[in-house]
């Protein structure tokens, strides 16, 4: 039996073991999620402590974007060349050093520089994961398993925003503490995914590995795709909105009354509704579809973004849960587009994914640093989150140009 029949008999789609992968990625994007939002809860006594702005605040906050930028494309091909279970083994390996060296910073630099280290472990879960669900999964069990995974960093960011301020830090008694109790639970994850992930096997992994040599300088074909380029755009606006709202939300209720830990147990309640909007929504908005349901979700955040900026009391609630749930599927289905985008296909996923998140976290940084630089200016909040609405409602105009196939197509 040669390679090629081989690789016809074993097909991802029907194993069970999509289904630990899937769970084994999860889990890996928990951490992602942990990691990204241990800062945010805590953003005031790190000021305070550090004697840090909040501009610099804001760069601290926008620095694993930062580096994201330079490092997703190198980190695709990399996703594409060792495989999903070493790369995303490596990248696991990196986002818990950055999260070590968090509770080691003494200044604006130190931290800076641990919370970049990030930017070079987080690609790789980013780009890893749908490479995976494109290799394991098909038809329509592959909108299923995007929400699924990317419910990840939602638990993550909420478990992060509910315990930073209200547990850890009475526990361990400093804001260091997340370094040592988050930094536990990543090391585990760490250890489970090397012990258990799997690559797919030998024959099919040459047959894909054959595909990608032999289509080797595909960066600038990708490129020259309308949907690529309309979806990157997309991405690097969506990511301005969501982490500048994201990084500065506990920030921004606590400047409308509220405690640190009442302002953690809101954020945290918030993020765990937007879990529900990533199970919903890719599941059910077939192909063809999704850039109608795009439109909806993009109004209704720029809707719920002016209720931040502008709400006290319940309507201000009411914003917060509205928003992360309607925000929540964007990149979702904005994945979902890319990888079944003619040309992209699961071949060159892992490169895609490289350069829809290197547009995407050009906003990624920019969102929370014009949050600290608009606050440092005004006083308050409210200015950026409104910027962040027109950002959202914009995005509005290039829907018609995006073109996808529909549920007949091949």
């Known amino acids: 039996m040669n390679a090629t029949s081989a690789t016809v008999l074993f097909a991802p789609s029907a194993s069970r073991q999509r289904w630990l992968m899937l769970g084994l990625v999860w889990m890996l994007y928990v951490c992602f999620g942990i990691t990204t939002s241990s800062i945010p809860p805590l953003v005031d006594p790190i000021l305070a402590d550090l004697g840090i702005s909040n501009s610099q605040m804001g760069m601290v906050l926008g620095a694993w974007p930062l580096v994201f930028i330079g ?33 080691l910073a003494t200044n604006f630099i130190t931290l800076f520089l641990a919370v970049g280290l990030f930017g070079i472990g987080g690609p790789v879960i980013s780009i890893g994961a749908p490479k995976m669900v494109a290799q394991w999964f098909g038809g329509k ?36 503490g997340i370094s040592v109790v988050y930094g536990t639970g990543v090391a585990l994850a760490a250890i489970a995914w ?54 500065w939300i506990p920030t921004l209720l606590k400047e409308s009354g509220m405690t640190l830990v009442q302002a953690g147990a809101w ?8 879990a529900l909007g990533l199970l919903l929504v890719p599941n059910h908005v077939r192909r063809g579809r999704r850039t109608m349901a795009l439109g909806l979700l993009l109004a209704l955040a720029s ?46 996923m892992g490169l895609a994914g490289g350069l829809l998140f290197t547009a995407a976290e050009v906003g990624g940084f920019s969102g929370p640093f014009l949050q600290g630089f608009l606050r440092d200016a005004t006083g ?31």
């Open 303 to 348: 809707a719920t973004t002016v209720g931040l900026a502008l709400g006290h009391g319940p309507m201000l609630l009411v914003s917060l849960m509205m928003s992360s749930t309607v925000r929540s599927p964007i990149t979702a289905l904005l994945t979902l587009v890319l990888m079944e985008t003619p040309g992209v296909g699961t071949v060159r």
């Open 71 to 103: 490092t997703a494309s190198p980190m695709g091909w990399l996703v594409d060349r060792l495989g999903v279970r070493k790369a995303l083994g490596i990248g696991i390996i990196v986002v818990l050093a950055s999260l070590v060296l968090r509770g």
């Open 194 to 247: 090397w012990l258990f992930a799997k690559e797919i096997p030998a024959t099919k992994q040459a047959a894909i590995q054959g595909r990608q040599q032999a289509n080797d300088g595909d960066g600038p074909r990708l490129l020259s795709l309308r949907n690529v380029q309309l979806l990157m755009v997309m991405a690097m606006a969506t990511f301005f909105v969501g982490h500048g709202l994201n990084d």
């Open 141 to 176: 069990e592959r909108g299923l398993a995007t929400g699924i995974y990317l419910t990840g960093p939602t638990v993550g960011s909420t478990f992060a925003l509910a315990t930073a301020s209200s547990v850890v830090v009475p526990f361990i008694g400093s804001w260091r």
């Open 380 to 410: 308050s909040l409210v200015a950026g989150v409104l910027a962040l609405a027109v950002v959202s409602a914009t995005l509005l105009l290039l829907l018609p140009f995006i073109k996808e196939r529909g549920q007949g197509d091949g």
């Open 267 to 274: 954020t945290a309640s918030s993020t765990a509704l937007g």
